[in-house]
């Protein structure tokens, strides 16, 4: 069976949300299929540039959770 992979495919491959099965057979798609490995490097290069952000919630916020947590 031929499997037909689209971007989101891709997109979960490159941001490692694919169980190993699945990150396999990309991986052999992408040394099999050069459109697919196109689509690959455009998609990882926005990923690359996209900025690092981590968040972090405010302390209040944390507290609240905290002292709901404690009500229940």
Same mark, same amino acid.
């Given at each position: 069976? +031929?499997?037909?992979? =689209?971007?989101?495919? +891709?997109?979960?491959? +490159?941001?490692?949300?694919? /169980?190993?099965? @699945?990150?396999?057979?990309?991986e052999?798609?992408? @040394? /099999?299929?050069? =459109?697919?490995l196109?689509?690959?490097h @455009?998609?990882?290069?926005?990923?690359? =540039?996209?900025?690092?952000? =981590?968040?972090?919630?405010?302390?209040?916020?944390? /507290?609240? +959770?905290?002292?709901?947590?404690? @009500?229940?």
């Amino acid at each position: 069976m +031929i499997q037909h992979y =689209t971007g989101n495919n +891709i997109v979960r491959f +490159i941001y490692k949300e694919c /169980d190993l099965f @699945e990150k396999l057979e990309m991986e052999f798609a992408l @040394e /099999d299929d050069s =459109t697919l490995l196109e689509s690959y490097h @455009e998609l990882k290069d926005g990923f690359n =540039t996209l900025p690092k952000v =981590t968040f972090s919630p405010p302390k209040s916020c944390l /507290d609240y +959770i905290l002292a709901y947590s404690l @009500e229940a």
